[in-house]
């Protein structure tokens, strides 16, 4: 009935199926754990087995509800000719490094193998222990398979030009840094002058003048100054405004380092690198946007996969302020959209949203998308020129 | 080596009940001395957990209490500076040698242990808890995955204390922040829900000694349909304690309607919560009636906001 004959083998699979389906995070240790915990717990207990596994092999509430279900459809699966229940995959399961970046169209398809390429998206997180392993691909199938994207436009600009601001952008950039601040953080840090007394330091420096303390040392709290990071939608409907979106992140990039940019459309791709050499002087193009650049929005599928991939390595923390550049209009699933600006809100310090429709008339937030993220948004606004920037500043407020 | 039957019926001899997945999570956490990191919501035992367990294990429990601002030298040590000013003056007029006052001065005698030096200081293991690691900074739970790993501390002035024998760590979170995926990778993990209405009943009899089983029915009930509407603060197994302790003190035998009125401040700490109570009055009368409650475990999720704020909308 299982996969193999031995139990450390089943729990080799077992943990792979995890990683590989369901995108656990799961290393040798891990494994290592499971195997020395199966020593102390009665392994013919199936509650023993369950009980003692979920904790070693899952790390937060969902993980623990996924692991339920994916331990008894590998241990104890159905009939085989019927059709397991799909589970959602926590993450999005990335391919390769070069294709992460060039071909954003694949890394959209969880559990990417050749089998259930026609199987379309019900296929997807489907567990079966006979698909552990997927058939090789040939690489005309892979080929053909990375350059088609469902959504591209046929006819695709060039990427938008990236150009270096002049003084006026970049003195409101310099003003928005300056104002951003998280308060006061709660550590005491040595410090020239301060508020707080301290005795250890004093006692050092004491040391110079025969034991007399002379020379008092304080502490102080220094100030907490937030990373920025900006998402700007880069889809068709956007392609009037994302230009004033690229030059406020040009404007920031040029004051200070504590930033990041993305642009996303139908998939997410980070352009810091390009958005700093911009800042420094240079004029360019953004090269190769095409996935990204000029097609529908998926927001929500995007801020997952900038949770992902950047968000739990520190992309979003409590001292981030998260920018988002895009009027809303969401060809995803409105809860998609509503789960990621949920987890956002929570693990950053603001949520700006900058929506050029809102410069129009009459304009109310009621599209699906924009009402699902609505409730996370800290700041509502919009920019188009560096006027509208400058006031920016005086309307974001943080968390401290 | 304990196994998970021993640790339930332990647990229970000290009143607090757990269910099978919880002894197995800590027959892991005994065997593998990894740290147990516990998430669930607000009131279901999280703490307690951990001081049952040191008195189970009959051992020591050590806690560290997380707050914001919390930094390295509050969690491990500090010097004594003003009796070590005070010796120091004191000792300028003995005979002794320089490197004899200053082995003094720095000796253990002037050190303030905090919680994570004295937890690896110990001659047996001990519980160390570490309560509400979301509070503390990010800052901090680097430094403290740093200690989790290696259990040795460095002081300058006395050398490097390794620990004999390693705590038995249990770190406890109420998700007001997202923990590092590294902490989490560090850690063991259970997710501790709301108990279930049979458990709960189960709880309230092994707490409160001389109550009915008819009130012990109805709290379980209502305390389930209470956490399944969307309470501003859902109450946990302590909030139904306090209810059986004010209800027994009344001398009531069951729960009617005018109880409830009498005791409502028990179970509700936000005054909001009371227009939605008022709501859904119906549905509280049927369960006090003996109407069978939806058995959903944990019907209650925690998809609050946090407290994130508001929407300020901008217009011309």
């Known amino acids: ?400 | 080596m304990i196994d998970a039957a021993t640790i339930q019926t332990r647990f229970r001899e000290r009143g607090f009940i757990v269910d099978e997945s919880f002894a197995t999570a800590l027959q892991i956490m005994l065997a593998l001395e990894k740290p147990l990191l516990v998430e669930g919501p607000a009131g279901v035992g999280k703490t307690e957990s951990a001081k049952v367990l040191a008195d189970a294990l009959d051992t020591r429990l050590i806690r560290l209490q997380c707050y914001e601002g919390l930094d390295a030298m509050a969690a491990l040590y500090e010097w004594n500076y003003p009796r070590q000013m005070l010796y120091a003056r004191l000792s300028e007029t003995d005979r002794s040698s320089t490197e004899e006052r200053e082995a003094h001065l720095f000796s253990e005698a002037f050190l303030l242990r905090r919680p994570l030096l004295e937890a690896i200081t110990q001659d047996r293991s001990p519980v160390l808890l570490i309560d509400e690691v979301d509070r503390a900074d990010e800052a901090f739970e680097a430094f403290l995955l740093e200690v989790l790993a290696e259990w040795q501390v460095t002081i300058p002035e006395l050398g490097t204390l390794r620990a004999r024998h390693k705590p038995y760590v249990i770190v406890t979170s109420n998700r007001t922040r997202e923990l590092s995926d590294a902490l989490r990778r560090r850690c063991l993990y259970l997710w501790l829900a709301y108990p279930t209405v049979a458990q709960e009943i189960e709880i309230l009899r092994a707490r409160v000694p001389g109550l009915s089983d008819r009130l012990a029915q109805q709290i379980a009930s209502m305390m389930q349909v209470l956490r399944g509407l969307a309470l501003q603060k859902a109450p946990g197994v302590a909030e139904s304690l306090d209810w059986a302790m004010a209800l027994m003190s009344l001398h009531r035998d069951h729960l009617d309607a005018q109880a409830l009125e009498q005791t409502l401040g028990c179970v509700l700490k936000v005054h909001e919560d009371r227009a939605i109570i008022d709501v859904h009055r119906a549905d509280l009368d049927q369960t006090l009636n003996g109407a069978p409650v939806p058995s959903q475990p944990g019907g209650y999720s925690l998809d609050t906001d946090f407290g994130i704020g508001t929407v300020s909308t901008r217009r011309r």
């Open chain 1, 1 to 400: 009935m299982y996969p193999f004959a031995s139990l450390p083998d089943n729990l080799i699979a077992f943990c792979d199926v995890l990683r590989r389906e369901h995108g656990f995070r799961i290393g040798a240790g891990e494994s290592h754990d499971a195997a020395r915990a199966l020593e102390v717990v009665p392994v013919a207990s199936e509650t023993a087995v369950r009980d003692a596994l979920r904790p070693i092999l899952s790390r937060t509430r969902h993980e623990t509800t996924v692991f339920d279900r994916v331990f008894t459809e590998f241990f104890f699966p159905g009939p085989e000719d019927q059709e397991q229940i799909g589970i959602p995959p926590i993450r999005r399961e990335l391919e390769s490094e070069t294709a992460e970046d060039e071909q954003p169209s694949e890394s959209k398809r969880p559990g990417a193998g050749g089998a259930d390429e026609e199987a379309g998206p019900d296929a997807q997180g489907e567990v079966s222990p006979s698909r552990m392993t997927p058939a090789p691909e040939t690489a005309a199938a892979r080929l053909a398979r990375i350059s088609y994207s469902p959504l591209r436009t046929e006819h695709v600009d060039a990427g938008p030009e990236l150009t270096p601001v002049d003084a006026a952008w970049r003195e409101a950039a310099r003003a928005l840094v300056h104002r951003l601040h998280l308060g006061l953080s709660r550590r005491w840090r040595p410090a020239m002058r301060g508020r707080r007394f301290d005795l250890r330091r004093t006692l050092r420096a004491s040391l110079q003048t025969g034991g007399e303390p002379l020379v008092a040392r304080w502490r102080s709290r220094p100030r907490r100054t937030p990373r920025l990071v900006l998402l700007i939608d880069g889809s068709r409907s956007m392609e009037m405004y994302s230009a004033a979106g690229l030059q406020m992140a040009v404007a920031i990039a040029s004051v200070t380092l504590h930033v990041d940019v993305f642009t996303f459309s139908t998939s997410l791709r980070r352009v810091t690198d390009d958005v700093r050499r911009a800042a420094a002087g240079a004029r360019l193009r953004l090269a190769r946007m095409e996935y990204s650049w000029g097609g529908g929005t998926n927001i929500g599928a995007s801020l997952h996969e900038f949770l992902h991939r950047f968000g739990q390595r520190g992309g979003a923390t409590r001292n981030t302020v998260i920018v988002v550049v895009s009027d809303g209009l969401d060809v995803g699933d409105p809860t998609l959209l509503r789960d990621a600006m949920q987890t956002i809100a929570r693990r950053s310090a603001a949520v700006v949203w900058l929506n050029p429709l809102l410069e129009t008339p009459g304009y109310e937030p009621t599209v699906a998308g924009m009402r699902a993220a609505l409730p996370f948004i800290t700041t509502f606004a919009s920019v188009r020129d560096h006027a509208d920037f400058a006031r920016l500043s005086q309307m974001i407020r943080v968390r401290g």
